[in-house]
Protein backbone atom coordinates (compact mmCIF):
# COMPACT_ATOMS: atom_id res chain seq x y z
CA UNK A 1 0.00 0.00 0.00
CA UNK A 2 1.29 3.33 -0.51
CA UNK A 3 2.30 5.87 2.35
CA UNK A 4 2.58 9.14 1.71
CA UNK A 5 0.46 12.01 3.17
CA UNK A 6 -3.58 12.32 1.51
CA UNK A 7 -4.08 15.38 -0.64
CA UNK A 8 -6.93 15.93 1.57
CA UNK A 9 -4.67 16.44 4.52
CA UNK A 10 -2.18 19.24 2.77
CA UNK A 11 -0.90 21.74 4.34
CA UNK A 12 0.94 25.30 3.58
CA UNK A 13 5.02 24.50 3.45
CA UNK A 14 4.33 20.88 3.48
CA UNK A 15 7.09 19.55 1.39
CA UNK A 16 5.90 16.94 -1.54
CA UNK A 17 7.94 13.44 -3.06
CA UNK A 18 4.42 12.39 -4.52
CA UNK A 19 2.67 10.15 -6.33
CA UNK A 20 -0.01 11.40 -8.16
CA UNK A 21 -3.06 10.72 -11.43
CA UNK A 22 -2.54 13.35 -13.60
CA UNK A 23 -5.81 14.99 -14.29
CA UNK A 24 -5.63 17.80 -16.48
CA UNK A 25 -2.41 19.35 -18.42
CA UNK A 26 -2.40 22.30 -20.36
CA UNK A 27 0.08 24.19 -21.76
CA UNK A 28 0.00 28.46 -20.89
CA UNK A 29 1.41 31.54 -21.96
CA UNK A 30 3.47 33.50 -19.69
CA UNK A 31 3.55 37.20 -20.18
CA UNK A 32 7.45 37.25 -21.64
CA UNK A 33 5.42 34.88 -24.01
CA UNK A 34 7.50 31.73 -23.02
CA UNK A 35 5.24 28.55 -21.91
CA UNK A 36 4.49 26.99 -18.66
CA UNK A 37 2.50 24.20 -17.75
CA UNK A 38 -0.76 24.15 -15.66
CA UNK A 39 -1.36 20.35 -14.45
CA UNK A 40 -3.56 19.25 -11.75
CA UNK A 41 -3.43 16.07 -9.52
CA UNK A 42 -5.76 13.72 -7.95
CA UNK A 43 -5.38 11.17 -5.25
CA UNK A 44 -7.95 8.80 -3.43
CA UNK A 45 -9.13 11.96 -1.27
CA UNK A 46 -8.90 15.17 -3.72
CA UNK A 47 -7.51 17.29 -5.86
CA UNK A 48 -4.72 19.84 -6.14
CA UNK A 49 -3.24 21.98 -8.97
CA UNK A 50 -0.19 23.51 -9.88
CA UNK A 51 2.00 25.23 -12.77
CA UNK A 52 4.95 23.93 -13.51
CA UNK A 53 7.41 26.68 -14.86
CA UNK A 54 10.62 25.53 -16.14
CA UNK A 55 12.21 22.55 -17.35
CA UNK A 56 9.61 21.09 -18.10
CA UNK A 57 9.87 19.79 -21.35
CA UNK A 58 11.01 15.67 -21.03
CA UNK A 59 7.78 16.04 -18.85
CA UNK A 60 5.93 17.24 -21.21
CA UNK A 61 6.92 15.01 -23.61
CA UNK A 62 5.62 11.42 -21.96
CA UNK A 63 3.01 12.97 -19.73
CA UNK A 64 -0.87 12.46 -20.46
CA UNK A 65 -4.02 12.87 -18.63
CA UNK A 66 -4.42 9.46 -16.45
CA UNK A 67 -0.72 8.50 -16.22
CA UNK A 68 0.49 8.32 -12.57
CA UNK A 69 3.22 11.36 -11.89
CA UNK A 70 5.65 11.37 -9.08
CA UNK A 71 6.13 15.02 -8.02
CA UNK A 72 8.53 16.85 -5.88
CA UNK A 73 7.97 20.13 -4.68
CA UNK A 74 5.85 21.66 -1.88
CA UNK A 75 2.33 23.35 -1.09
CA UNK A 76 1.71 26.95 -0.87
CA UNK A 77 -0.99 29.23 -0.77
CA UNK A 78 -2.25 31.46 -3.71
CA UNK A 79 -5.67 33.04 -4.38
CA UNK A 80 -6.39 31.07 -0.84
CA UNK A 81 -5.89 28.12 -2.16
CA UNK A 82 -3.25 25.30 -1.63
CA UNK A 83 -1.32 24.42 -4.73
CA UNK A 84 1.73 23.15 -6.10
CA UNK A 85 4.95 24.68 -6.63
CA UNK A 86 6.92 22.17 -8.81
CA UNK A 87 10.21 21.41 -8.70
CA UNK A 88 10.27 18.23 -10.74
CA UNK A 89 7.42 15.51 -12.58
CA UNK A 90 8.22 12.65 -14.14
CA UNK A 91 5.74 9.73 -14.96
CA UNK A 92 5.76 6.94 -12.59
CA UNK A 93 7.97 3.69 -13.89
CA UNK A 94 7.35 -0.01 -13.06
CA UNK A 95 9.93 -0.07 -9.85
CA UNK A 96 8.16 2.48 -8.60
CA UNK A 97 5.20 -0.32 -7.82
CA UNK A 98 2.13 2.06 -7.69
CA UNK A 99 -1.05 1.06 -9.37
CA UNK A 100 -4.05 3.10 -10.23
CA UNK A 101 -5.72 1.45 -7.55
CA UNK A 102 -3.91 3.10 -4.88
CA UNK A 103 -4.51 6.64 -6.06
CA UNK A 104 -8.39 6.19 -7.61
CA UNK A 105 -11.29 6.89 -4.84
CA UNK A 106 -13.05 3.72 -4.41
CA UNK A 107 -16.66 3.05 -2.61
CA UNK A 108 -15.84 2.21 1.60
CA UNK A 109 -18.12 -0.59 0.73
CA UNK A 110 -16.87 -4.21 0.31
CA UNK A 111 -17.15 -4.85 -3.12
CA UNK A 112 -17.87 -8.27 -2.08
CA UNK A 113 -20.93 -7.78 -0.14
CA UNK A 114 -22.09 -5.62 -2.62
CA UNK A 115 -22.06 -7.66 -5.33
CA UNK A 116 -24.08 -10.44 -2.97
CA UNK A 117 -26.84 -7.81 -2.31
CA UNK A 118 -27.20 -7.24 -5.89
CA UNK A 119 -27.77 -10.74 -6.96
CA UNK A 120 -29.83 -11.39 -3.70
CA UNK A 121 -31.69 -8.65 -4.75
CA UNK A 122 -32.44 -9.72 -8.57
CA UNK A 123 -33.25 -13.09 -6.98
CA UNK A 124 -36.24 -12.04 -5.06
CA UNK A 125 -37.86 -10.60 -8.36
CA UNK A 126 -40.92 -12.79 -8.94
CA UNK A 127 -41.96 -11.26 -12.24
CA UNK A 128 -40.73 -13.88 -15.22
CA UNK A 129 -40.77 -11.11 -17.69
CA UNK A 130 -38.66 -8.94 -15.92
CA UNK A 131 -36.33 -11.03 -14.27
CA UNK A 132 -36.33 -12.51 -17.79
CA UNK A 133 -35.09 -8.85 -18.82
CA UNK A 134 -32.62 -8.51 -16.04
CA UNK A 135 -30.83 -11.21 -17.03
CA UNK A 136 -30.44 -10.62 -20.08
CA UNK A 137 -28.77 -7.19 -19.56
CA UNK A 138 -27.03 -8.17 -16.68
CA UNK A 139 -24.31 -10.03 -18.92
CA UNK A 140 -21.11 -10.65 -17.59
CA UNK A 141 -18.98 -7.86 -19.57
CA UNK A 142 -21.33 -5.54 -18.86
CA UNK A 143 -21.56 -6.63 -14.96
CA UNK A 144 -18.00 -6.00 -14.81
CA UNK A 145 -18.01 -2.92 -15.99
CA UNK A 146 -21.48 -2.13 -13.62
CA UNK A 147 -18.97 -3.07 -10.66
CA UNK A 148 -16.20 -0.63 -11.37
CA UNK A 149 -18.14 2.21 -12.30
CA UNK A 150 -18.40 5.32 -10.72
CA UNK A 151 -22.14 7.16 -10.55
CA UNK A 152 -20.91 10.79 -11.64
CA UNK A 153 -17.62 11.98 -12.73
CA UNK A 154 -18.02 14.36 -10.04
CA UNK A 155 -21.31 15.02 -8.04
CA UNK A 156 -22.33 12.10 -6.25
CA UNK A 157 -21.06 8.79 -6.20
CA UNK A 158 -17.96 9.92 -8.06
CA UNK A 159 -15.73 6.77 -6.88
CA UNK A 160 -15.01 3.21 -8.06
CA UNK A 161 -17.80 1.03 -7.54
CA UNK A 162 -19.91 4.35 -6.72
CA UNK A 163 -22.79 3.00 -9.57
CA UNK A 164 -23.34 -0.55 -7.43
CA UNK A 165 -23.52 1.55 -4.19
CA UNK A 166 -25.69 4.39 -5.86
CA UNK A 167 -27.81 1.43 -7.23
CA UNK A 168 -28.18 -0.48 -4.24
CA UNK A 169 -29.03 2.48 -2.03
CA UNK A 170 -32.20 3.01 -4.26
CA UNK A 171 -33.36 -0.08 -4.22
CA UNK A 172 -33.59 -0.11 -0.30
CA UNK A 173 -35.35 3.47 -0.36
CA UNK A 174 -37.71 2.12 -2.84
CA UNK A 175 -38.55 -1.52 -1.42
CA UNK A 176 -39.10 0.45 2.20
CA UNK A 177 -41.43 2.62 0.23
CA UNK A 178 -43.28 -0.42 -1.19
CA UNK A 179 -43.23 -1.68 2.65
CA UNK A 180 -44.78 1.61 3.90
CA UNK A 181 -47.74 1.74 1.01
CA UNK A 182 -48.40 -2.49 2.26
CA UNK A 183 -48.53 -1.55 5.62
CA UNK A 184 -51.42 1.51 4.97
CA UNK A 185 -53.38 -0.93 2.12
CA UNK A 186 -52.44 1.86 -0.17
CA UNK A 187 -54.52 1.81 -3.55
CA UNK A 188 -53.33 0.91 -6.21
CA UNK A 189 -50.45 -0.89 -4.85
CA UNK A 190 -46.81 0.13 -6.03
CA UNK A 191 -45.57 -2.88 -8.50
CA UNK A 192 -42.61 -3.64 -6.48
CA UNK A 193 -41.25 -6.31 -9.19
CA UNK A 194 -41.62 -3.10 -11.71
CA UNK A 195 -39.93 -0.43 -9.57
CA UNK A 196 -36.94 -2.24 -8.29
CA UNK A 197 -36.47 -3.65 -11.82
CA UNK A 198 -36.02 0.11 -13.10
CA UNK A 199 -33.67 1.38 -10.10
CA UNK A 200 -31.57 -1.73 -10.76
CA UNK A 201 -31.25 -0.58 -14.43
CA UNK A 202 -32.06 3.29 -14.16
CA UNK A 203 -27.85 4.30 -14.56
CA UNK A 204 -26.84 1.16 -16.32
CA UNK A 205 -25.97 3.80 -19.14
CA UNK A 206 -23.41 5.24 -17.02
CA UNK A 207 -20.83 2.45 -17.60
CA UNK A 208 -20.71 3.55 -21.15
CA UNK A 209 -21.35 7.32 -20.47
CA UNK A 210 -18.29 7.55 -18.57
CA UNK A 211 -14.82 6.35 -19.01
CA UNK A 212 -13.01 5.40 -15.42
CA UNK A 213 -9.48 3.38 -16.54
CA UNK A 214 -7.99 6.15 -14.11
CA UNK A 215 -9.17 9.91 -14.68
CA UNK A 216 -13.12 9.59 -14.96
CA UNK A 217 -14.86 11.84 -17.77
CA UNK A 218 -17.30 11.50 -20.33
CA UNK A 219 -17.21 9.31 -23.47
CA UNK A 220 -17.86 10.40 -27.18
CA UNK A 221 -20.76 7.89 -26.65
CA UNK A 222 -22.02 9.41 -23.26
CA UNK A 223 -21.64 12.97 -25.11
CA UNK A 224 -23.48 11.80 -28.53
CA UNK A 225 -26.32 9.62 -26.26
CA UNK A 226 -26.25 10.16 -22.77
CA UNK A 227 -26.86 7.46 -20.00
CA UNK A 228 -30.99 7.68 -20.42
CA UNK A 229 -30.12 6.94 -24.22
CA UNK A 230 -27.64 4.45 -23.80
CA UNK A 231 -29.51 2.40 -20.94
CA UNK A 232 -33.42 2.96 -23.02
CA UNK A 233 -31.41 1.29 -25.97
CA UNK A 234 -30.56 -1.50 -24.66
CA UNK A 235 -34.07 -2.07 -22.71
CA UNK A 236 -35.69 -1.80 -25.86
CA UNK A 237 -33.05 -4.42 -27.59
CA UNK A 238 -33.25 -6.74 -24.85
CA UNK A 239 -37.30 -6.77 -24.92
CA UNK A 240 -37.54 -7.71 -28.43
CA UNK A 241 -35.13 -10.55 -27.80
CA UNK A 242 -37.28 -11.86 -25.31
CA UNK A 243 -40.72 -14.24 -27.07
CA UNK A 244 -43.89 -12.34 -26.36
CA UNK A 245 -42.53 -9.48 -23.89
CA UNK A 246 -45.43 -7.33 -23.21
CA UNK A 247 -45.36 -3.89 -24.45
CA UNK A 248 -47.24 -2.35 -22.08
CA UNK A 249 -44.44 -3.93 -19.48
CA UNK A 250 -41.66 -3.29 -22.23
CA UNK A 251 -42.68 1.28 -22.17
CA UNK A 252 -43.76 1.00 -18.47
CA UNK A 253 -39.94 0.02 -17.54
CA UNK A 254 -38.96 2.35 -20.33
CA UNK A 255 -40.80 4.91 -18.58
CA UNK A 256 -39.23 4.15 -15.61
CA UNK A 257 -35.46 4.90 -17.20
CA UNK A 258 -36.64 7.87 -19.50
CA UNK A 259 -37.94 9.84 -16.58
CA UNK A 260 -35.16 8.90 -13.83
CA UNK A 261 -34.16 12.41 -13.77
CA UNK A 262 -37.47 14.00 -13.21
CA UNK A 263 -37.15 17.01 -15.01
CA UNK A 264 -36.69 17.98 -18.69
CA UNK A 265 -34.17 20.09 -17.87
CA UNK A 266 -32.10 17.82 -15.91
CA UNK A 267 -32.22 15.69 -19.12
CA UNK A 268 -35.05 13.13 -18.88
CA UNK A 269 -37.03 13.06 -21.97
CA UNK A 270 -40.82 12.62 -20.14
CA UNK A 271 -41.63 13.69 -16.83
CA UNK A 272 -42.47 10.78 -14.25
CA UNK A 273 -46.23 10.14 -14.80
CA UNK A 274 -46.62 7.03 -12.58
CA UNK A 275 -46.53 5.93 -9.93
CA UNK A 276 -43.30 4.41 -9.26
CA UNK A 277 -41.72 6.43 -11.71
CA UNK A 278 -42.30 9.09 -9.53
CA UNK A 279 -41.08 6.92 -6.24
CA UNK A 280 -37.78 6.51 -8.67
CA UNK A 281 -36.72 10.25 -9.27
CA UNK A 282 -37.10 11.09 -5.48
CA UNK A 283 -35.07 7.75 -3.80
CA UNK A 284 -32.57 8.57 -7.11
CA UNK A 285 -32.49 12.26 -6.01
CA UNK A 286 -32.41 11.35 -2.56
CA UNK A 287 -29.33 9.31 -2.78
CA UNK A 288 -27.28 11.43 -5.17
CA UNK A 289 -28.04 14.62 -2.76
CA UNK A 290 -27.26 12.68 0.34
CA UNK A 291 -23.84 11.61 -0.94
CA UNK A 292 -23.37 14.73 -2.42
CA UNK A 293 -23.94 17.16 0.96
CA UNK A 294 -21.55 14.03 2.73
CA UNK A 295 -18.64 14.99 -0.05
CA UNK A 296 -18.83 18.95 0.31
CA UNK A 297 -18.95 17.87 3.91
CA UNK A 298 -16.27 15.90 4.35
CA UNK A 299 -14.31 18.86 2.45
CA UNK A 300 -14.82 21.11 5.61
CA UNK A 301 -15.02 24.55 6.67
CA UNK A 302 -13.64 27.47 5.55
CA UNK A 303 -10.93 28.77 8.07
CA UNK A 304 -12.40 30.20 10.85
CA UNK A 305 -15.92 29.75 9.95
CA UNK A 306 -18.82 26.88 10.60
CA UNK A 307 -19.47 27.20 6.59
CA UNK A 308 -18.01 25.18 3.13
CA UNK A 309 -16.71 26.81 0.68
CA UNK A 310 -20.12 27.81 -2.06
CA UNK A 311 -20.75 24.90 -4.02
CA UNK A 312 -21.67 25.81 -7.64
CA UNK A 313 -23.82 22.79 -8.13
CA UNK A 314 -25.73 22.92 -5.06
CA UNK A 315 -25.32 27.02 -5.36
CA UNK A 316 -24.87 26.75 -1.60
CA UNK A 317 -22.79 26.20 1.65
CA UNK A 318 -23.13 24.11 3.91
CA UNK A 319 -23.06 23.98 7.64
CA UNK A 320 -20.65 21.75 9.82
CA UNK A 321 -21.21 21.89 13.33
CA UNK A 322 -18.03 22.70 15.12
CA UNK A 323 -19.51 20.50 18.08
CA UNK A 324 -21.16 17.67 16.63
CA UNK A 325 -19.77 15.95 20.12
CA UNK A 326 -22.23 18.13 21.84
CA UNK A 327 -25.12 15.72 20.49
CA UNK A 328 -23.61 12.18 21.74
CA UNK A 329 -25.96 10.67 24.33
CA UNK A 330 -23.17 10.88 26.54
CA UNK A 331 -22.86 14.41 26.84
CA UNK A 332 -26.22 14.93 26.95
CA UNK A 333 -26.50 12.94 29.89
CA UNK A 334 -23.93 15.43 31.73
CA UNK A 335 -25.69 18.10 30.42
CA UNK A 336 -29.14 16.53 31.46
CA UNK A 337 -31.34 19.72 32.93
CA UNK A 338 -31.68 19.66 36.55
CA UNK A 339 -35.30 20.10 36.66
CA UNK A 340 -36.02 16.86 34.65
CA UNK A 341 -34.42 14.85 36.79
CA UNK A 342 -37.48 15.44 39.60
CA UNK A 343 -39.34 13.97 36.15
CA UNK A 344 -43.16 12.80 37.93
CA UNK A 345 -42.40 10.28 35.08
CA UNK A 346 -44.13 10.88 31.01
CA UNK A 347 -43.86 9.15 28.39
CA UNK A 348 -40.08 10.16 27.49
CA UNK A 349 -38.40 9.67 30.79
FE1 LIG B 1 -29.29 9.09 -14.05
FE1 LIG C 1 -29.02 7.58 -10.45
Redesign the pocket.
Known sequence: MLEQKPIKEFQNRDTIDHFFILRKLEVKQKKDGSNYLVLEFGDKTGFISGNYWENYEDFYKEAFVGAIVKVRGSVEVFNDKLQLRIESAKIAEKEDRVSLSDLIPASLRDPEDMKKEFWNRIKKIENFWLKSLLKNIFTQERFEKFIFAP?GKSFHHNYIGGLLE?TLE?VKICDLMCDISEKSNFQPPINRDLLITGALL??IGKIEELSYESVFDYTDKGRLLGHIVIAANWIYAACKQIPYFPEELQDLILHLVLS?QGKLENASPVEPKTLEAIILYYA?ELS?KTNAYRQIIQSGSEANSNWTKFHYLIQSSLFISKEPEFYNKENLEKNKNPKREKSDGTLFD
Open positions: AHIHDHDA
